[in-house]
């Protein structure tokens, strides 16, 4: 992936980089409500990664998968094509079966353009029913809230 697709922890706030596509905007030139919400998952999705552990491995190995449970966001300012933006993943809440995080999308000018809290929830891929966080994870967790 190249630049625009880094990411990089700094203390306990990860931050990964996305550049806007002609697909994620709407007829204005803006981007669509819903892809914030993408770029989040995916900012998320490799926050978990840098942690070392990707989606996938999750489900083969340990028989479970993250799922949004509660979301609130907030929109303050629109992003537009080929801007570069910065999301962010902080979580404000471990306990045993769910995360809560802090998220925003940045454009690095004007500040945030949206901004989200997002409880997942760990539940069992088979059954859909929840789980603990495995210990592993927790663990990993200690360091960054």
Do not use: N
């Given at each position: 992936m190249g630049?625009?697709?880094?990411?990089?922890?700094?203390?306990?706030?990860?931050?990964?980089?996305?550049?806007?596509?002609?697909?994620?905007?709407?007829?204005?030139?803006?981007?669509?409500?819903?892809?914030?919400?993408?770029?989040?998952?995916?900012?998320?999705?490799?926050?978990?990664?840098?942690?070392?552990?990707?989606?996938?491995?999750?489900?083969?190995?340990?028989?479970?998968?993250?799922?949004?449970?509660?979301?609130?966001?907030?929109?303050?300012?629109?992003?537009r094509i080929?801007?570069?933006?910065?999301?962010?993943?902080?979580?404000?809440?471990?306990?045993?079966?769910?995360?809560?995080?802090?998220?925003?999308?940045?454009?690095?000018?004007?500040?945030?353009?949206?901004?989200?809290?997002?409880?997942?929830?760990?539940?069992?891929?088979?059954?859909?029913?929840?789980?603990?966080?495995?210990?592993?994870?927790?663990?990993?967790?200690?360091?960054?809230?």
């Amino acid at each position: 992936m190249g630049a625009e697709r880094r990411a990089q922890a700094a203390g306990a706030e990860f931050r990964w980089a996305v550049r806007v596509y002609y697909e994620d905007t709407d007829a204005t030139g803006l981007v669509y409500h819903s892809t914030y919400l993408e770029f989040m998952e995916r900012a998320r999705t490799e926050w978990l990664r840098h942690l070392g552990h990707g989606q996938h491995d999750l489900r083969s190995k340990t028989g479970i998968v993250f799922v949004v449970r509660d979301l609130e966001v907030r929109f303050m300012r629109p992003a537009r094509i080929d801007q570069l933006l910065e999301v962010t993943v902080r979580i404000t809440r471990c306990r045993g079966a769910s995360m809560r995080f802090e998220q925003t999308v940045h454009d690095g000018e004007t500040g945030p353009l949206c901004r989200a809290l997002v409880e997942v929830a760990c539940i069992d891929a088979v059954t859909l029913k929840p789980r603990r966080l495995p210990d592993f994870i927790k663990e990993g967790l200690k360091h960054v809230h």
